[in-house]
């Protein structure tokens, strides 16, 4: 009896760790690009009253002038403001 509840809570960790690893693997993968077209529906949502020239001003002032940042370079985008 020991046994068989071991093996099936080792089965449910080894289940769950994968599936998390496959979840996180495949949710961002961090070689993105994003640019302002990706974020302009997510901004407008944000910000709904900034014209779109104050919503493309946000994004450079976030995400640098070049309007395309990569997945892995995030970290500190909330400090540009």
């Known amino acids: 009896m020991k046994k068989l509840i071991f093996s099936l809570l080792s089965g449910a960790i080894i289940l769950g760790g994968t ?12 070689n ?13 949502e944000m910000h709904p009253d900034l014209s779109t020239q104050e919503q493309k001003a946000l994004f450079d002032s976030c995400h640098g002038a070049g309007a395309e940042i ?11 403001l």
């Open 19 to 30: 599936a998390t690893y496959a979840f996180a693997h495949s949710n961002e993968s961090g």
């Open 70 to 80: 990569n997945g892995n370079n995030t970290q500190d985008m909330m400090n540009n």
């Open 32 to 44: 993105d690009i994003i640019n302002f077209g990706q974020m302009k529906p997510y901004i407008e």
